[in-house]
């Protein structure tokens, strides 16, 4: 089981954690973060059957292959804002975690923009 892997390693670096970061705080992030790079990694091997799976089902359903990208770029973004927060939270620096946060959901508005506008033609087409 692949998710054993990855509980053990987080496991582990916790208790590293535990033992290092009262001691040697900058060594604590270092280890946090590849930690999370592991993990990250790890997960990857996860997505892409699922995004090939999305990309035929998009196919199949006619819709264009530019809405199913915006999804997974928002989708992504999320994921990165949300990991780039924790991050900063475990450095102690949620100021710049906040920061994250919001240029997160700045940039989801941003790329939703298309998403939403074919929605209202399509609204609109049906009420003409």
Same mark, same amino acid.
């Given at each position: 089981?692949?998710?054993?892997?990855?509980?053990?390693?987080? =496991?582990?670096?916790?208790?590293? *954690?535990?033992?290092?970061?009262?001691?040697? /705080?900058?060594? +604590?992030?270092?280890?946090?973060?590849?930690?999370?790079?592991?993990?990250?990694?790890?997960?990857? +091997?996860?997505?892409? /059957?699922?995004?090939? *799976?999305?990309?035929?089902?998009?196919? &199949?359903?006619?819709?264009?292959?530019?809405?199913?990208?915006?999804?997974?770029?928002?989708?992504?973004?999320?994921?990165?804002?949300?990991?780039?927060?924790?991050?900063?939270?475990?450095?102690?620096?949620?100021?710049?975690?906040?920061?994250?946060?919001?240029?997160?959901?700045?940039?989801?508005?941003?790329?939703?923009? /298309?998403?939403?506008?074919?929605?209202? &033609?399509?609204? =609109?087409?049906?009420?003409?």
């Amino acid at each position: 089981m692949e998710i054993a892997k990855v509980v053990a390693a987080g =496991l582990v670096v916790v208790v590293l *954690l535990g033992v290092i970061r009262p001691q040697r /705080p900058e060594m +604590g992030v270092l280890l946090s973060l590849v930690a999370g790079v592991y993990i990250l990694y790890t997960v990857i +091997g996860w997505i892409t /059957p699922v995004i090939r *799976l999305l990309e035929d089902l998009s196919l &199949q359903a006619k819709v264009s292959l530019q809405y199913l990208n915006l999804i997974l770029k928002i989708i992504g973004v999320a994921y990165l804002a949300e990991i780039g927060c924790q991050v900063a939270r475990d450095a102690g620096e949620g100021a710049i975690a906040s920061k994250i946060e919001l240029a997160g959901k700045v940039l989801i508005m941003a790329l939703s923009v /298309p998403i939403f506008s074919a929605v209202m &033609q399509a609204v =609109l087409r049906l009420l003409a």
